[in-house]
């Protein structure tokens, strides 16, 4: 009886020791944290800012690993298939939303597969043309595009992605009729546009701003239904077009099945980022508002984007390319 008792205070002991050591253990080693798109992207660039802020208020290395390719998804497969352990993360955007319809036989669904950790910012696309493009606002750009049917390139950051998908709405409900040039990421798309090689592209603002206000590229409008305090200037495409409105969004997600434990602390931390003033006017250079919240907030506006999307998709008749 002497022995038995003995091993359970041993045991008790353990479990008691233990018990901080989980509350405190994640993360203890570094976190992969996978952008579907390379880098120079708003995805890119929102991750680094975010994951700099982990790595110094969380004690471990948060990476930003980019995997681009097949339109937003060998990245998101990589991810969803990795263990749900905590330590591989995913950069969760609109093509998440968009293609779930666009594809008709994707490997995965993201609602159902993916664990969403916390929403990050919301932010217009921007309408953006290289500077020797004759338009300089959005009714010439469209009397330009009638009088040049098909002759017009339109650059997006991938098929599929809300670059492209708002560039789809735009000729949806224009009858602009435009060539649709994906590339993998902002980034190669941002690098033809410039020299004129392609001659619009409605891009994530956090990525082309910097290139707007260094005069590299000519705004014509945001997408957003009212003007943006980043490009005060600029005015929406909805002035021109009536009822038009896309905007981007970004977020974590984690293989489904991730430790609670891991969740929360990821989703506090977040959190505390997107309330600090410094954050948030950083954010705001970029065009980008914090979208807070609990893990259910982010997993709503998930599931509330794919499903404007999928009307988006199947009205335009747009297909994966």
């Given at each position: 009886?002497?022995?038995?008792?003995?091993?359970?205070?041993?045991?008790?002991?353990?479990?008691?020791?233990?018990?901080?050591?989980?509350?405190?253990?994640?993360?203890?080693?570094?976190?992969?944290?996978?952008?579907?798109?390379?880098?120079?992207?708003?995805?890119?660039?929102?991750?680094?800012?975010?994951?700099?802020?982990?790595?110094?208020?969380?004690?471990?290395?948060?990476?930003?690993?980019?995997?681009?390719?097949?339109?937003?998804?060998?990245?998101?497969?990589?991810?969803?298939?990795?263990?749900?352990?905590?330590?591989?993360?995913?950069?969760?955007?609109?093509?998440?939303?968009?293609?779930?319809?666009?594809?008709?036989?994707?490997?995965?669904?993201?609602?159902?597969?993916?664990?969403?950790?916390?929403?990050?910012?919301?932010?217009?696309?921007?309408?953006?043309?290289?500077?020797?493009?004759?338009?300089?606002?959005?009714?010439?750009?469209?009397?330009?595009?009638?009088?040049?049917?098909?002759?017009?390139?339109?650059?997006?950051?991938?098929?599929?992605?809300?670059?492209?998908?708002?560039?789809?709405?735009?000729?949806?409900?224009?009858?602009?009729?435009?060539?649709?040039?994906?590339?993998?990421?902002?980034?190669?798309?941002?690098?033809?546009?410039?020299?004129?090689?392609?001659?619009?592209?409605?891009?994530?603002?956090?990525?082309?701003?910097?290139?707007?206000?260094?005069?590299?590229?000519?705004?014509?409008?945001?997408?957003?239904?009212?003007?943006?305090?980043?490009?005060?200037?600029?005015?929406?495409?909805?002035?021109?077009?009536?009822?038009?409105?896309?905007?981007?969004?970004?977020?974590?997600?984690?293989?489904?099945?991730?430790?609670?434990?891991?969740?929360?602390?990821?989703?506090?931390?977040?959190?505390?980022?997107?309330?600090?003033?410094?954050?948030?006017?950083?954010?705001?250079?970029?065009?980008?508002?914090?979208?807070?919240?609990?893990?259910?907030?982010?997993?709503?506006v998930i599931a509330a984007e794919t499903a404007k999307w999928e009307k988006?998709?199947?009205?335009?008749?747009?297909?994966?390319?």
């Amino acid at each position: 009886m002497h022995r038995i008792a003995c091993l359970a205070a041993a045991a008790f002991l353990a479990a008691f020791i233990s018990l901080p050591a989980l509350a405190q253990g994640y993360p203890n080693k570094p976190v992969k944290w996978i952008v579907p798109y390379p880098p120079g992207g708003t995805t890119d660039v929102l991750a680094r800012i975010i994951a700099q802020w982990l790595t110094e208020k969380m004690g471990q290395t948060f990476i930003v690993e980019n995997k681009p390719g097949g339109g937003n998804n060998i990245g998101t497969e990589i991810a969803i298939k990795s263990p749900p352990d905590g330590y591989t993360m995913l950069l969760v955007n609109p093509a998440h939303g968009i293609n779930a319809t666009l594809y008709k036989n994707l490997p995965f669904n993201v609602i159902r597969d993916v664990e969403p950790v916390a929403g990050l910012v919301r932010a217009p696309n921007v309408m953006e043309v290289h500077n020797n493009f004759p338009a300089k606002t959005v009714k010439e750009f469209i009397d330009y595009c009638k009088a040049n049917p098909g002759k017009i390139n339109m650059a997006s950051s991938g098929s599929g992605t809300s670059v492209h998908m708002s560039g789809e709405m735009f000729k949806m409900m224009t009858g602009c009729q435009m060539l649709h040039v994906p590339y993998k990421g902002a980034g190669p798309a941002i690098a033809d546009l410039i020299p004129g090689q392609v001659d619009v592209l409605f891009d994530n603002l956090p990525s082309s701003i910097g290139h707007i206000k260094g005069g590299k590229l000519r705004a014509l409008a945001v997408t957003s239904t009212e003007r943006d305090p980043a490009l005060p200037d600029t005015p929406t495409v909805a002035d021109t077009v009536p009822g038009y409105e896309a905007t981007a969004w970004f977020g974590i997600g984690m293989p489904r099945g991730v430790p609670k434990e891991a969740v929360d602390k990821i989703n506090a931390e977040v959190n505390r980022a997107l309330a600090d003033p410094k954050m948030r006017e950083r954010l705001a250079e970029l065009g980008g508002k914090p979208i807070p919240g609990t893990p259910a907030d982010f997993g709503k506006v998930i599931a509330a984007e794919t499903a404007k999307w999928e009307k988006v998709v199947t009205a335009s008749g747009a297909k994966a390319e």
